[in-house]
């Protein structure tokens, strides 16, 4: 029997051998890292300064402006100081994005104080504070800008208070080239996310408690509204005109959870389409709060997008990053990929795309988390692949 079975052994042994591969040295990974900011109770909008190595970041519960210094190569934060914005610590600092007209400059929103703020945040040094270079009172009877945007030659912020004079909800602009020139648009209850579709130059507002979308003709001033059908999914609130042909939105669903549904608007045909995720784990019950185009890997043509999942309003839908790759068409998914957020019920807020790596603010934790690839880039994550084979074992071990 021994010496029988010997030489099976060797073979075994010779096969073993021939059949191993070269040593791997450059591996491939994935890696998402929370960074812990000021600790405060709301952590919200972020956006980075235009051709600097800072990120600013706002803290709307203590009216905190967190200024982040990145490494210039990796993107990781490696610092941060923390400044106060408006009268005291109830100003109600949200809004936060970077202005083109004023190159250097980045616009601000103190929902409470019922203002716009056009600073310099002061890049030569971390320590340096921003500098107030312009303020836009919000006339009556609009109140309470939360989110604001610099849309061509006019700034905009969605009116998320309803006005203390007549109980209505506005979407207000103003010209960059005269500030007393504004408009306030009547809209439903409340207005979020605002862009541009470029090709018809139309405006569209996401108003989350009305589960509606406005449309905006700047020429005449004439609004109208895109109802989400219910049976699709409620609450729009991201809003992007990234991609091309039309713009993009999400739905955060409610206290039941999400429906993992993102829609597209066609502008020329004023009509909306939807897409879900398909993944019964994280997708079909996501809670779709954001969204920031995913730039293709080199030489791949397939348009995608990041999709921030949140516990917001749910803690049936998880925290989660997610990204979509769709046909050349724009009508179907044909790739998704799953970054669990490591600290659940976070109540991821934002998603932000720097060069290399993808940020997320966390509002309910006081945190920034950073995505980063390894030798490889996002849209090429092989596991992704494995995952969405729905094979389930008739047993464990």
């Keep these: 029997m021994l010496i029988s079975g010997f030489p099976r052994l060797v073979v075994l042994a010779l096969a073993g051998t021939a059949l191993s591969q070269k040593p791997v040295t450059s591996l491939v990974s994935r890696r998402l890292t929370e960074y812990v900011l000021p600790v405060t109770t709301e952590t919200h909008e972020l956006a980075r300064v235009p051709g600097t190595d800072f990120v600013l970041l706002s803290q709307m519960s203590n009216s905190?402006?967190?200024?982040?210094?990145?490494?210039?190569?990796?993107?990781?934060?490696i610092a941060y100081q923390a400044f106060p914005m408006g009268k005291n610590n109830q100003s109600g600092l949200h809004g936060v994005w970077p202005s083109k007209k004023?190159?250097?400059?980045?616009?601000?929103?103190l929902q409470w104080e019922n203002k716009l703020l056009l600073v310099d945040p002061g890049t030569d040094d971390l320590s340096t504070p921003p500098t107030i270079i312009q303020t836009i009172d919000i006339p009556e009877p609009g109140n309470g800008p939360h989110c604001v945007f610099e849309i061509g030659d006019y700034v905009w912020?969605?009116?998320?208070?309803?006005?203390?004079?007549?109980?209505?909800?506005?979407?207000f602009s103003a010209s960059l080239s005269n500030t007393s020139d504004t408009t306030l648009y009547p809209c439903l209850n409340s207005p979020v996310f605002i862009a541009q579709d470029p090709a018809t130059k139309l405006v569209y507002a996401t108003q989350d408690a009305s589960s509606s979308i406005m449309r905006i003709n700047t020429t005449d001033h004439s609004t109208s509204q895109l109802p989400i059908p219910p049976s699709v999914g409620v609450n729009p609130v991201g809003l992007t005109n990234a991609l091309g042909g039309g713009l993009w939105f999400t739905l955060a669903g409610n206290a039941t959870g999400g429906t993992g549904t993102f829609g597209r608007i066609n502008p020329a045909k004023n009509t909306l389409t939807f897409l879900q995720l398909k993944s019964p784990l994280l997708g079909t019950n996501a809670g779709l709060l954001h969204l920031a185009d995913a730039a293709s890997p080199p030489g791949d043509p397939a348009p995608a997008l990041w999709l921030l999942s949140t516990s917001l309003l749910s803690n049936a839908s998880a925290d989660a990053l997610i990204r979509v790759t769709l046909?050349?068409?724009?009508?179907?998914?044909?790739?998704?990929?799953y970054i669990s957020i490591p600290t659940q019920n976070a109540m991821t807020h934002r998603v932000l795309t720097l060069d290399k790596t993808v940020m997320v603010s966390e509002l309910h934790t006081f945190t920034l988390a950073q995505l980063a690839y390894n030798n490889t880039v996002a849209g090429e994550w092989l596991p992704a692949e494995a995952a969405s084979n729905a094979t389930v074992y008739d047993e464990a071990g």
């Design 64 to 77: 905190q402006l967190v200024k982040i210094q990145l490494d210039a190569a990796s993107e990781a934060p």
């Design 102 to 109: 004023h190159p250097g400059m980045m616009w601000l929103s």
């Design 157 to 171: 912020a969605g009116l998320k208070v309803a006005s203390k004079q007549t109980s209505s909800f506005y979407v």
């Design 327 to 337: 046909d050349a068409d724009l009508e179907n998914i044909v790739g998704e990929e």
